[in-house]
């Protein structure tokens, strides 16, 4: 009885139509193998098909399908296509052996057989079978690690949204595409009102779960191809909106802010008494030479915006003042577009 730990028993399929040849060849194996047999290669490539087996003895000379025939369909077909191949036949001169060698076997062998031979020969091939396995094993858990491993470059650990890291070279790749095109490209950048009030009165996992709100509450709004909703830092997340008007990135920031209110979390060091958000938004028209970090830079100074306006709000960045002593950077200005701003559908007040 196989407890677990037990290495099971390897499979060899005999396809010979004398009985005779079928008897000596399980003799010699069943000490150490399960052996199948079949009379004739439609049987044979059924058995296969069914069981898998991990070595394949075939005869060559059979009516009907021979044993090159049975052969080249099996290597013909993926699901058994890797499985070993030895010829066993009366067949011995050069070109039977180079032909069947062609057609993918990896041995052959010539009767009559000589038993401790055909076992060593068997056991040597189900080794490297065993070993080419396992190899293949690892090789696909390896590579599910590292699809893993990807993944979690590019994920908040937190939040499940994307990380700074993979924010950087998504906003990078959509200024460059929309550069490109001379497409919109929009941003918005949002933050958690009172948020370290919350985590004084409520504690910091309490703290988690809102920003794991927030997080879900992102990545269910914003599903569209290039669309990156991402942790900026602390208690800030980000929107990269490609394709996508400053004014209709500021309905969305809008729509955001307004279904994280409606959620009703708690916040009872806010005035709200539930928790919400303050938005800025940035974005129009890619220049040439735009730096991405103008996008984060003209953001904050809307989030600040309204922050400073009394929090809960949106403001868009062309539509606040700039800061003291510095000029305000209108973001387009070379020209208006000759295309209307991007309608998205599905996108409402």
Partial sequence: MNNGNEIPRQKILIVDDTPANIEILYKILKGEYDVLFAKNGADGIRIVQQQLPDLILLDIMMPGMDGYQVCQALKGDPLTARIPIVFVTAMSNEEDETKGLQLGAIDYLTKPISPPIVLARVRNHLLLKRSSDLLEQLTAQLEEKNRALEV?????????????RHL???????????????????LILCDIDFFK???????????????QALGDLLKGSFKRAGEVPARYGGEEFVVVLPDTAPETAEVLGER????????????????????????????????????????????DRALYHAKASGRNRVALSSHCPPEPGEPHQCYGDAGQPEHDPVQLPGYGA
């Fill in 152 to 164: 979690l470059a590019r994920v908040d650990g937190l939040t499940g949204v994307a990380n700074r």
């Fill in 197 to 211: 009030r919350y985590n004084d009165h409520y504690g910091h996992v309490a703290g988690d779960r809102c920003l």
């Fill in 168 to 186: 950087d070279e998504m906003l990078q790749l959509e200024l460059q595409r929309a550069m490109r095109n001379g497409r919109y490209l929009s």
């Fill in 256 to 299: 955001l802010r307004r279904m994280l209110q409606e959620k009703a979390l708690p916040h009872e060091e806010s005035e709200l008494g539930v928790v919400t958000i303050s938005v800025g938004v940035s974005g129009g028209l890619v220049a040439r030479g735009q730096e991405p970090e103008w996008f984060i830079k003209e953001a």
